[in-house]
């Protein structure tokens, strides 16, 4: 079984300041995808950025960006210029290859609060 | 933008009831889910079902459980006798053949008494 541990259960950052939200996990596979899901105050589960393992290329999506080392089962989350609106409890998730099974095993999740 | 969605968004019943918890998914996804986050802990996966039949199940998912997408667009996860434990947010997710994202519902919020 893939567990995925966030060792940060909260953090608070200064509107337009930078925040970084750590991720480890521990897998026997070679071939996996790893996720940042943001959940708001709604509670909605909201795709924030992917990676798929094979790719050495750190993935980025506007204002945040990963830093996967794979070797070091790590995939930490950056939030850049942050906003107000980017205050929320944020998923750490992985996903194993493999056909026709494709269930996430989350994280404790990190809370985020973005301070004006 | 297509989504899931979910019916009903709160829910309260007593201990012991059948509920059913509804949602459908985005249209031309195949794959679906269902997660459940007890307040103030992770999101535990449940149950998956591919080709109208389940794929994997969690611990959790026991006979109490069971799953059923009985029209093409609607699936539903029903609680047999519910328990207080079984309080929980419960979230809907659909994935399309060919990509790996999960999308998500709005979740509903089950509240056994």
């Known amino acids: 079984a893939q567990t995925v541990t966030q060792s940060q259960p909260e953090m608070s950052v200064q509107e337009a300041e930078t925040v970084t939200l750590s991720c480890t996990y521990d897998?026997?596979?070679?071939?996996?995808?790893l996720f940042w899901y943001k959940q708001p105050p709604s509670r909605q589960m909201i795709l924030v950025i992917r990676q798929e393992a094979y790719k050495q290329q750190n993935a980025t999506e506007n204002r945040f960006s990963v830093n996967f080392q794979k070797a070091a089962k790590s995939f930490s989350l950056k939030i850049s210029d942050s906003q107000l609106g980017d205050t929320a409890m944020y998923f750490c998730?992985?996903?194993?290859?493999?056909?026709?099974?494709?269930?996430?095993?989350f994280g404790a999740g990190t809370t985020v609060t973005v301070r004006a | 933008e297509p989504e899931v969605t979910q019916t009903p968004s709160h829910q309260v019943t007593q201990m012991g009831q059948e509920v059913i918890l509804r949602c459908v998914p985005i249209s031309n996804h195949l794959y679906f889910y269902w997660y459940r986050q007890i307040l103030g802990q992770k999101v535990e996966f449940l149950v998956s079902f591919y080709n109208n039949e389940i794929s994997e199940k969690s611990e959790i998912f026991d006979d109490q459980f069971s799953v059923e997408r009985p029209d093409g667009s609607n699936f539903t996860l029903k609680i047999r006798s519910t328990k207080l434990e079984d309080s929980a947010m419960y979230f809907c997710?659909?994935?399309?053949?060919?990509?790996?994202?999960?999308?998500f519902g709005p979740g509903t919020r089950l509240l056994v008494l």
């Open positions: 998730a992985f996903m194993k290859y493999s056909y026709n099974d494709y269930k996430l095993s």
């Open positions: 997710a659909s994935k399309p053949a060919g990509e790996e994202t999960q999308y």
């Open positions: 897998t026997s596979e070679n071939n996996y995808y």
